[in-house]
Antibody, heavy 119, light 108 residues
Framework: EVHLMQSGAEVKKPGDSLKISCKGSGYDFPHSWIGWVRQKPGKGLEWMGFIYPGDSDIRYGPSFEGQVSISADKSISTAYLQWSSLKAADTAIYYC????????????WGQGTLVTVSS | SYVLTQAPSLSVAPGQTARITCGGYNIGLKSVHWYQQRPGQAPVLIVSDNGDRSSGIPARFSGSNSGITATLTISSVEAGDEADYYCQVWDDGSDLHVFGPGTKVTVL
């Protein structure tokens, strides 16, 4: 059974750095795209980007290029989402998602990581 | 970048049929996927590739793509269907994924 286990909730101050994680299990981690979806409070879903851990190929959504960094460590089947300087506008739930091989949808989602940025 | 449109909200009485639409340029040429998100929960894929229901999803949920709009139909609506519903496509021109803004379904 495929499972995506995300790291716990974070409370940070503006300007702080942060790296959240998502550990995949139950499938061939290096050879499946894994990525991130943002959901701001009371708002819709936004695709941020994803990575193919096998060769570290990365795609970013247009609103997120240069704002976040996506990475993965295939040796421990874990993907990461990183900020160098958080803003209050980054307050959101971040979901880890896995895309199917050869597909264009996300059948597997993590439980979400709530990131709160407040002074 | 590719843009999807959805009505913000829809109200339906129990037992009636809810039709949730998703629009976009030449959407008929794309595979449309649908997700259900109940309050406080992560989204769940309910229909993929226009009309393939995910395992465990009741047959009351069906999807179609006419070419002008894609539609998620919920027949015999139940109270438990109250949720936000999002459509999603992959834009092969930009190699990016896009979500619609979501439709909040309220069961009266």
């Amino acid at each position: 059974e495929v499972h995506l286990m995300q790291s716990g909730a974070e409370v940070k101050k503006p300007g702080d750095s942060l790296k959240i994680s998502c550990k995949g299990s139950g499938y061939d981690f290096p050879h499946s795209w894994i990525g991130w979806v943002r959901q701001k409070p009371g708002k819709g879903l936004e695709w941020m980007g994803f990575i193919y851990p096998g060769d570290s190929d990365i795609r970013y959504g247009p609103s997120f290029e240069g704002q976040v960094s996506i990475s993965a460590d295939k040796s421990i089947s874990t993907a990461y989402l990183q900020w160098s300087s958080l803003k209050a506008a980054d307050t959101a739930i971040y979901y880890c998602v896995r895309r199917t091989l050869g597909g264009s949808y996300f059948p597997h989602w993590g439980q979400g990581t709530l990131v709160t940025v407040s002074s | 970048s590719y843009v999807l449109t959805q009505a913000p909200s829809l109200s339906v009485a129990p037992g009636q049929t809810a039709r949730i639409t998703c629009g976009g340029y030449n959407i008929g040429l794309k595979s449309v996927h649908w997700y259900q998100q109940r309050p406080g929960q992560a989204p769940v894929l309910i229909v993929s590739d226009n009309g393939d229901r995910s395992s465990g999803i009741p047959a009351r949920f069906s999807g179609s793509n006419s070419g002008i709009t894609a539609t998620l139909t919920i027949s015999s609506v139940e109270a438990g269907d109250e949720a936000d519903y999002y459509c999603q496509v992959w834009d092969d021109g930009s190699d990016l994924h896009v979500f619609g803004p979501g439709t909040k379904v309220t069961v009266l």
